[in-house]
């Protein structure tokens, strides 16, 4: 079946797939076709936002001839506050996962994971993607240190 990508510059492409594509196989496809790099993709159909890249492009309803608007998303400046009251600045993207910011913050800050309480608006980030938490341009994160000893889990929340 063959779809239209539609750029908000007013380009277009019109691209052919399976219903059974992926949304991460078209976004793959829209990077051979205009060169945007799959990780900057937020793929759009009727203001359902095609966020899961392992669905099948059909479980979303796109269909022959179904327009398709491909938004470029860049990273955006957040701010990290860490333990010793120094804020750094960090790239992200909103779909960014939690885990792979926190292997992020490892390697700049030189605290393990396994030590990291990272807090946004007083909720702890677990899991998920940092969209999850409503984390935006200019948002401020703070690095907490998780201490384990005793028996139980400490916690020490520096501001």
């Known amino acids: 079946m063959e779809i239209t990508i539609t750029m908000l510059n007013g380009m ?11 949304v991460g196989r078209l976004k793959t496809l829209i990077h051979g076709s205009l060169g945007e790099a799959p990780h900057t993709q937020r793929l759009v159909l009727d203001r359902i936002d095609l966020s899961d ?6 479980s979303y309803g796109v269909q022959h001839d179904s327009r398709v ?4 998303t860049e990273p955006q400046p957040v701010f990290l506050i860490n333990d010793k009251d120094t804020t750094n600045t960090y790239k992200v993207r909103p779909d960014e996962t939690v885990s792979n910011f926190k292997r992020r913050v490892e390697s700049r800050e030189g ?4 030590q990291q309480m990272l807090l946004y608006q007083s909720r702890e980030l677990n899991g998920g993607k940092l969209s999850d938490y409503n984390i935006e341009k200019h948002s ?8 384990r000893g005793g028996c139980g889990h400490s916690h020490i929340v520096l501001f």
């Open 111 to 114: 605290v393990p994971v396994s």
């Open 69 to 72: 608007a491909l938004l470029v």
């Open 53 to 58: 890249d392992s669905k099948p492009l059909s």
């Open 140 to 147: 401020t994160i703070y690095l907490c240190l998780r201490l």
């Open 12 to 22: 277009s492409r019109t691209l052919t797939v399976s219903p059974q594509d992926t």
